[in-house]
């Protein structure tokens, strides 16, 4: 798949919000094969290299550096400009939270820091509600993906509205991303087959009770759900249809 | 005279600059007052008494 005419190597993107340690991240990654690996941006008083970023650059994935955590599209942009800077890409998952309870985004904040940051030469992919109006007007702004919930960060619910994601992926043109929300494989596949164009993963994998397992599932997941997809799948129906013909039925 | 490093305050002696804060550019990006200051213009960016600087780098999460 391609992001602002960029090629990526897999439709698996995963984060790294609950890691335990940094040994687990090579497990992870060679078993996830992942297009992209997210990063949060924090103080730091450790001038040296960093630990999490050497191991990354080490394993060759491409990072994408976030603004998780963020209350205010002041406080996104200025942590974008930071991780620009620390990171050397112009590409941010951009995150603005409208509290730290529920966790969703603050969608007026979301739009005007997106604006911002585009204008700022950045490549943006903004973590939204479920909401194909929001969605097109992230991308009418310039945003190069839209990454709607699945459900709220770390419920493992899977695709709460499987509707809405639909109603996303029909507003837009530009690749749709499920984030948050993913537990388990089906939900990887459920998602695909809605149409979205990747799945981002965090949590689910690295509080699984084996992290590089359950990320091997999801990149399967991720391949299946792309696949059934394009294969076309058969209706819904009320009534049931038979399958088989009931011409020369012993005893007709 | 006191600066504020990371939420915190620090003594830092007159003439100090950023580059006196942070001896590696590697993974690492500051700002000065809210405003991002490129490794490159450390050095030549002297701090003032009061002045808050934040310093990050990647770290797990999202």
């Not at chain 1, 696949?227 to 088989?244: K, M, N, Y």
Request: net charge negative.
């Amino acid at each position: 798949m391609q992001v602002a005419g960029i090629d990526l190597p897999s439709r698996l993107w995963i984060g790294t919000g609950g890691l335990s340690n940094l040994t687990t991240v090579a497990d992870v990654v060679d078993a996830a094969g992942p297009g992209l690996v997210t990063v949060s941006v924090r103080r730091t008083c450790d001038t040296g290299s960093g630990g999490l970023l050497d191991t990354l650059q080490a394993l060759g994935v491409r990072i994408l550096p976030n603004t998780a955590g963020c209350l205010s599209a002041r406080d996104a942009v200025l942590t974008a400009q930071l991780a620009r800077e620390a990171l050397e890409t112009d590409w941010v998952k951009l995150e603005v939270i409208g509290d730290e309870t529920s966790l969703m985004p603050d969608t007026v904040e979301l739009l005007d820091a997106a604006e911002t940051l585009v204008q700022q030469g950045f490549t943006v992919l903004p973590y939204t509600t479920p909401d194909p109006v929001l969605a097109r007007r992230l991308a009418d702004v310039g945003c190069a993906a839209v990454m709607p919930l699945g459900s709220p960060i770390g419920t493992g619910r899977g695709i709460d509205d499987p509707r809405a994601i639909e109603a996303v992926r029909a507003a837009v043109a530009v690749p749709v991303v499920l984030d948050a929300g993913i537990g388990t494989a089906s939900d990887a596949a459920l998602a695909m087959e809605l149409g979205c164009d990747a799945v981002l993963a965090a949590t689910a994998i690295t509080r699984a009770d084996r992290p590089a397992q359950m990320a091997a599932a999801l990149r399967a997941a991720v391949d299946a759900g792309e696949l059934a997809r394009r294969a076309g799948r058969i209706p819904r129906l009320t009534t049931a249809r038979a399958s088989s013909p009931m011409a020369g039925r012993v005893g007709t | 005279m006191r600066i504020n490093l990371n939420g915190h305050s620090r003594f830092v002696e007159e003439g100090a600059t950023l580059q006196d804060l942070l001896p590696s550019a590697r993974g690492v990006a500051a700002a000065l007052n809210g405003a991002v200051v490129p490794a490159g213009s450390w050095e030549s960016t002297r701090l003032s008494e009061n002045d808050a600087v934040e310093v990050v780098t990647a770290h797990q999460g999202g």
